[in-house]
């Protein structure tokens, strides 16, 4: 499984972005979106179940970002608003058969991350 992101760049704050995850999705898969600033570990944003869409975010990003999944195109899309300054990051898609798991260990397919910046 190749996985690649695309959508990145730079936007002011309260701007959004779309985040594109290619040749993403299988039967019984998961899909992730993770993001990892400079000094700071990889961390879970939100995730989506390939056969049913359930998804989950992570407290910081709720109400703002909405990951979704389109079969036919076998993508999934992190729609991002309301950007901060905290949303700074490098983003990654990621890929594991099963369910969704916050944990990055979790996740045995990646892609090459899509760099965010968020300005003030």
């Known amino acids: 499984v190749q996985l690649q992101a695309s959508g990145g760049g730079l936007v002011q704050a309260g701007g959004s972005l779309r985040l594109s995850c290619a040749n993403a999705g299988r039967t019984n898969y998961a899909m992730g979106w993770f993001r990892q600033a400079p000094g700071k570990q990889r961390e879970f944003v939100a995730g989506?179940?390939?056969?049913?869409?359930?998804?989950v975010y992570v407290d910081s990003v709720k109400g703002r970002f909405t990951i979704s999944r389109d079969k036919a195109k076998r993508m999934v899309y992190l729609q991002m608003n309301s950007l901060d300054t905290e949303d700074t990051a490098v983003y990654y898609c990621?890929?594991?058969?099963?369910?969704?798991?916050?944990?990055?260990?979790?996740?045995?397919?990646w892609g090459q991350g899509t760099q965010v910046t968020v300005s003030s």
């Open positions: 990621a890929a594991r058969n099963g369910d969704i798991t916050p944990e990055t260990s979790g996740y045995a397919y």
């Open positions: 989506i179940t390939w056969n049913w869409g359930t998804t």
